[in-house]
């Protein structure tokens, strides 16, 4: 298979994650559209490893997914404190910056 | 069509269709499942591409202890946050998301085709080439000798990472 078919599948499941994240309002599924995207250039760049002969494009997955983790440890940590203040996690209702 | 074009293309439409299933189910467990099955897709890309590890982190990591935090968090939110949303306060927003992201795929795939090529000057070549190290040493040694010989600083700041994330987690979670 070309580089390209790799890229374009690539690139429609990043638009899927951008579309989600414009569209829903529960920060759960926002944030699993944040992970679709991560997951859509870690398509990318596995694909490139492969087709440059280089390790170099799995490294980068390595530390993505390391950031992944940590990004989703503290964004769903940052959820549950705000539900426990609010009782409440509709993204359209949190709008004040004062707890 | 040759069999690694047909797997190609089912997968392709398999990770795709499961894609579209995390943003419009209603129920955030829905999703979440949806999401594991997308990641277990890509995890059979990369093993077509010849990338092992990376595919048996991915399930490990990704599909294991990832997803399984994110349904602890939404299995304990979903009383309160349950599928009835109520009515968007900005009824075009739907309508825009969708064309900003036909937008977007389109000019993606023409950029894709219309773009330069990859000339062979930048494939790695004899002893450096992925497939030299991997046919002569394996494929996790492969990955070991690029991560300790070129990336060590990097694997080292992921730690100082992993630690702050750790710290985060617990202040925010402190009941206070």
Redesign the interface.
Same mark, same amino acid.
């Given at each position: 298979?070309p580089?390209?078919?790799?890229?374009?599948?690539s690139?429609?499941? !990043?638009?899927?994650?951008?579309?989600?994240v414009?569209?829903?309002?529960?920060p %759960?599924?926002i944030?699993? +559209?944040i992970?679709?995207m991560l997951?859509a250039v870690?398509?990318s760049f596995?694909?490139f490893?492969?087709?440059?002969?280089?390790?170099?494009g799995?490294?980068f997955? !390595?530390?993505v997914?390391?950031?992944?983790?940590?990004?989703?440890?503290?964004g %769903?940590?940052?959820?549950? +404190?705000i539900?426990r203040t609010r009782?409440?996690?509709?993204v359209?209702d949190m709008n004040i910056l004062r707890g | 069509m040759t069999a690694i074009q047909i797997s190609f293309f089912v997968l392709a439409v398999a990770s795709t269709v499961s894609a579209i299933g995390v943003i419009i189910f209603r129920n955030a467990v829905h999703s979440a499942l949806s999401l594991i099955l997308t990641l277990l897709f890509l995890a059979l890309f990369y093993l077509q591409l010849g990338a092992m590890f990376i595919a048996i982190v991915q399930i490990l990591i990704y599909a294991g202890a990832i997803m399984v935090l994110f349904l602890f968090v939404v299995t304990m939110l979903a009383s309160e946050a349950s599928d009835n949303e109520p009515p968007d306060r900005i009824p075009w927003q739907r309508g825009i998301a969708a064309a900003l992201g036909f937008i977007l795929v389109g000019a993606l795939s023409y950029l894709l085709f219309t773009g330069q090529t990859l000339d062979n000057g930048a494939k790695a070549s004899g002893a450096n080439s992925l497939s030299h190290v991997v046919s002569t040493q394996g494929n996790i040694e492969a990955f070991g000798q690029a991560l300790f010989h070129g990336f060590t600083f990097p694997f080292e700041v992921t730690s100082l990472l992993i630690i702050v994330a750790i710290l985060g987690a617990m202040v925010l979670g402190r009941r206070t």
């Open positions: 298979m580089l390209s078919a790799y890229l374009i599948v690139a429609i499941i !990043f638009t899927l994650g951008v579309i989600g414009l569209v829903r309002r529960n %759960l599924i944030f699993m +559209s992970e679709l997951n870690n398509l596995v694909a490893s492969s087709f440059l002969d280089s390790a170099d799995q490294m997955v !390595f530390i997914l390391t950031v992944a983790a940590a990004e989703v440890v503290v %769903l940590a940052i959820i549950v +404190s539900f009782r409440n996690i509709d359209d | -």
